[in-house]
């Protein structure tokens, strides 16, 4: 592969990273895998009797796909670092979506208990995907702390609302020495052809496919718009222009 | 004794240790954790970790997620 | 195929149109057609003096690409037509890209000019698909004389200014009884993607591709961004929201 | 004779008709049209279309264009 | 006045004009009048009995504001100006604000009927004051028949949507030789600041006070706008710079 | 006056507060003072010896304008701390513009240094008015440390970008129990009425007005926008609506 | 005789001229205009307008408008 | 003595107090403020305030900024 997509020395076969949450049934989430030809998939970690199926593993494993645990829910670094603990135990992985986030309403990273917890983790030896916002100078103090990645926000999770602030993206990736994936807020494919052509290196979604009306076919939708934004990022945009330029040539016109 | 498990008081038998409380509650030692009073146990100790009247103990999976 | 794009009864291969001026030499756009998969292109009908070469041609039926004359350059009715009718006789089709633009700055479409040569053209038995900017109405007007596709600009002619105005294409879109085709404006893969979103049928692109520092790697940018946004428009997005919305559990969640 | 084409004066032989002109200029038949004096000739008529001396003569076909 | 808003060789007091339609009641309209300091006022012409009152003429006259009869309603240019010559007579003034409607839906101008209306007006001896679409090319098109001024939309009327095409506002504004008038789509004061930013020389905006919660005091937002919109034009802004820049000395720092 | 703007207790007599950096003499600097009405400036300390001019205090007594000394191109928190009580000390306030920037190429706040200043002149009995990025949750923070104000940025520093992320702003606005002042990326007038729509108490701008290309008028603009956004605010504007709705009657045309 | 005004028959008497019908109908001359059978009538031409049976007679005035 | 105003070092007399060297420097005490090596010394203390041989003083003032 000539473009390799690679976080913390793994390199993943895709740059499409799908979250299951969401999903009406086990069956859609093997069917928006399959569609998605996704390498990586988050899940969170709840307790065994809320009435929860550990049978979302099996279908990560039928499809060869690597588990990605988050931290979702909590809201203190001490919750965070925990619920990462148990991960690990349970998933023997030590890569964590660490996700600390202020309150249930806006769902937006709290700044100051993500750094703590981000540090935290490293030092346990945990590689981190830290769930942010777009502020260029938290990302700069995650991947100062020993983050492998970061993860920003286009606009807050399950909005659907695209990337609010391309700034803010393009000035993180411009300083990134990691591996920065747009995660959150992706409604639909442009989005994520966007991300990359900003200069993502991948994208995470969840609710844009598993809560689609057709979840498999935006999957599929998905997995082309991240191919469609890398290639066109490589490729070198056309510079944009106010004035119009002909495409066909001005000379040699017949007088008719 | 009773130890509490996701919050709902359980009875075990005494001497019993954290493997079998997660097996008995979980099907399965694979793809669950457990933290006892708040703190992760790591897996490798389970067999030999005894469980006391009284303790929080939280076993946990994974569920789908975003 | 489970979703043919057909113009006046046609199938065409790929919702991607592409346009070949801009291509520095036959060998790019030759390496360009391979990559995009496109089934039609546009071509411009110049003096046979002027330093011009038929071999484009050559190139497209290679590729065996069905070959869409413009006329661009014209500035009246009267020109358009006669340019038209010499593309038939040259490349025996009676598909034409109806161009009519106001001053060579703007590369603006001539909306009198238009409307009179495409009733004109129609009359005249070509199946007419015209170059016209983003009014509602002037797409309205163009489909009652009997075009067979409408084609609004996103933004003016080699630009790469995306698309201006949304709005103005779901409204095309939303009336529309033959393809709309968004032409002119794109400038990178995300562009291309929401234009199908959107509701489009097809987009016709030139400069943003032959343009690009890598013409063929955007050229595959450009077919994948298409596939991508045709998906996701069949897909279903979810909709916009303004609070935000877990897509992990809110329940289960150990006390740590 | 001499007729325009394209601008430029061309001497041609008398008699000489459009196939001959275009094939003449254009290299073959194929990919090209001629409007004489702002008129279109269909094809099927370039055969016997008898040129005359002064006659403006366009002779177009397809190049790269947007 | 140092900047004077002149159109056909009438100075005008202001550069907001108001449209007294959808006002709860003349009240309000003597409100937003006074609030606004506006001195031309679009008024509809419709049969007597159909529950209208002429009164509305009082009020524009007690305070000094000159009426400006519209067409709206039109479909065809035969209607309008049929309107337009009872406007006059009804009126005494051959000032017109010309809609030539496409349908009730959109209440997008016709451009055919609308240019097909302008020239004939034109040549009826009225002063036209034509409300078009954002297409630079009917603009100027609108220009060429003897418009005395030009009023495109931001956004269709009653939309409160702002200006949706900024690019094309300013290309009519960059080729203009009358006064641009921005007509339709202002939503609240700062779309009308945009409007005078952008180089229009006027406003015309009705629902955005007439509907408002509080219309007074949203006339009073609007001329406000209006000034602040118009001096921002004539002092010059800054150029938007994709860095930062210090606005305080990076010299001259204490050691501490 | 009925709508009071009022900061930590002290009502101030305008909304629009300028920064003196940037105008090329204090002649400038008087000048725009006296059109923009504001009643207060930010300053910035610096040693005496570095050419400076202690007379900028002399202009703001001039025109009765409260003084407000800023932290500008600090890094960490106690230099900010220590620079904030020397402001005390020689200006006999304080109040503080807190500024702890994370470097000079994107003069993006630190959350982490930002916050721990804030707590620290908090305690130390200073009236805190920090700028910080647009993040709601920091924003949130810096209330609960006890800041007297919350002065998020619209876009970087100097740029002139205006408001990139109004929904981060509206978020920020919708939680305050503090003013909210707009600090940062102004560039002309209807960003600054934007500001006040979307629901900030103020706006705080320098390089907009000082580097205009005629600064005293943009101050004018500036002054008259923030009345404009305010009062639009207050009024309650028109939602926006995706179909277009008549401003005229739509009974009683004449037929014609 | 019966005219057609606004849509409505209305009687009149006989000679009625277009000025009398824009009195009664609007209640005064000023802010009002006419169209007969489609064709708007000067104002000036009011006075000595005779209305003839049958005729379709639209009266029109300002209204609030946009 | 010697002490460093501002990054310079400059002669002082002995026992010179802040305040007279924050006016000998600034040309008045209003506006100004000093720290002294480090910390801020608070305007009632200025006059009481002995400087040593190889302090470092900061004084500043209020310029322009944003």
């Not at chain 1, 990736?173 to 966007?194: F, H, K, M, N, Q």
């Not at chain 1, 052509?197 to 082309?224: F, I, Y």
Request: overall charge negative; proline content about 6%; aromatic content about 2%.
């Amino acid at each position: 592969m000539d473009d390799p997509f690679v976080i913390a020395g793994v390199e993943l076969g895709s740059r499409l990273i799908l979250g299951t949450g969401g999903a009406p049934s086990l069956q859609v989430v093997d069917e928006t895998l399959a569609a998605s030809g996704t390498a990586m998939c988050t899940v969170a970690m709840r307790r065994v009797d809320a009435g929860t199926s550990g049978s979302i593993l099996e279908v990560l494993d039928r499809h060869g796909v690597r588990v990605l645990p988050n931290t979702a829910g909590c809201r203190t670094a001490r919750e965070a670092v925990r619920t990462a603990q148990l991960a690990r135990e349970a998933l023997e992985t030590d890569w964590v979506k660490l996700e600390v986030v202020a309150d249930e309403r806006t769902l937006l990273p709290d700044p100051v208990e993500l750094l703590d917890a981000a540090a935290e983790l490293v030092g346990l030896g945990f590689t981190v995907l830290p769930y942010t916002n777009d502020d260029p100078v938290l990302a700069r103090r995650l991947q100062q702390v020993g983050c492998a990645a970061v993860m920003p926000l286009g606009s807050p999770i399950g909005t659907g609302l695209g990337i609010r602030n391309p700034d803010n993206i393009e000035l993180i990736v411009s300083e990134a020495r990691v591996p920065v994936i747009l995660d959150a807020g992706i409604g639909t494919a442009s989005d994520a052809a966007l991300a990359l052509e900003l200069g993502c290196d991948g994208v995470l979604l969840a609710s844009a496919v598993t809560r689609a009306q057709h979840p498999a076919r935006m999957a599929e939708a998905m997995a082309a718009a991240v191919h469609a934004g890398r290639l066109a990022r490589r490729a070198g945009r056309i510079p944009r222009r106010h004035h119009a330029q002909a495409s066909s040539p001005t000379e040699g016109m017949a007088v008719l | 004794m009773t130890v509490d498990v996701n919050g709902s008081p359980r009875n075990v038998p005494p001497g019993c240790t954290l493997d079998a409380l997660i097996a008995a509650v979980a099907g399965s030692l694979r793809g669950s954790a457990a933290a006892v009073d708040g703190e992760v146990v790591p897996r490798g100790e389970w067999e030999h970790f005894p469980l006391a009247d009284g303790q929080q103990v939280e076993i946990i999976t994974a569920v789908q997620g975003g």
